[in-house]
């Protein structure tokens, strides 16, 4: 069963970079869409883009503008960069296996909360 | 930006049915993307319930359905259990702007 887990800083200051890397294990990255997905805290679920192995990528059209989602096939990796961040940009960020030809998304990190600080 | 409604909370006594809505419109479900749901439990990552609009992945109890209509979906829960209590999502496909995955407004089922 493949498994993945989020890596990075768990702060960041306002106006610099988030970044983050989900590492796969359990099975290859080739051939799936790998996606980052956010939760600000109490509040719902927010898709913010999509890779797929080949390095073909889709954004939220809200965070086009500061995404960058990349992908290392061989370490098994994908990662986030998110620009120019604010408070609002607090939340628990997810990787997770999807949106493949069904459109869901059927595994899931457990989470890596980034706090933005002044 | 959510564009997929539900209501924020729904409760139930153990062994009650209890039905979760997801409203959305003619520019995801309406137009024909399929509907899918997740379970939160407290302090943990989502997991998929309902793939497909009515498919439950291996290991999901029979407990859980789901259904879709024209422009909305529902979540269907039978012999409504204590770990049962969680919060639940639906997600779809929205083609305005350029496109892009949408989850609801999410839904919390409290066990009475």
């Known amino acids: 069963q493949v498994q993945l887990q989020e890596s990075g800083p768990g702060l960041v200051k306002s106006s610099e970079t988030l970044s983050l890397t989900c590492t796969v294990s359990?099975?290859?990255?080739?051939?799936?869409?790998w996606s980052w997905i956010r939760q600000p805290p109490g509040k719902g679920l927010e898709w913010i883009g999509y890779i797929h192995y080949s390095g073909i990528t889709s954004y939220s059209p809200s965070l086009k503008s500061r995404v960058t989602i990349s992908v290392d096939t061989s370490k098994n990796q994908f990662s986030l960069r998110l620009t120019s961040v604010t408070a609002a940009d607090t939340a628990v960020y997810y990787c997770a296996r999807g949106p493949g030809t069904g459109g869901y998304f059927d595994s899931w990190g457990q989470g890596s909360l980034v706090t933005v600080s002044s | 930006q959510s564009v997929l409604t539900q209501p924020p909370s729904v409760s139930g006594a153990p062994g009650q049915r209890v039905t979760i809505s997801c409203t959305g419109s003619s520019s995801n479900i309406g137009a024909g993307y399929d509907v899918h749901w997740y379970q939160q439990l407290p302090g943990t990552a989502p997991k998929l319930l309902i793939y497909g609009n009515s498919n439950r992945p291996s290991g999901v109890p029979d407990r859980f359905s789901g259904s879709k209509s024209v422009t909305s979906a529902s979540l269907a829960i039978t012999g409504l259990q204590a770990e049962d209590e969680a919060d639940y999502y639906c997600q779809s496909y929205d083609i305005s702007l350029t496109g892009f995955y949408v989850f609801g407004t999410g839904t919390k089922v409290t066990v009475l």
């Open positions: 359990g099975g290859s990255i080739s051939n799936y869409y």
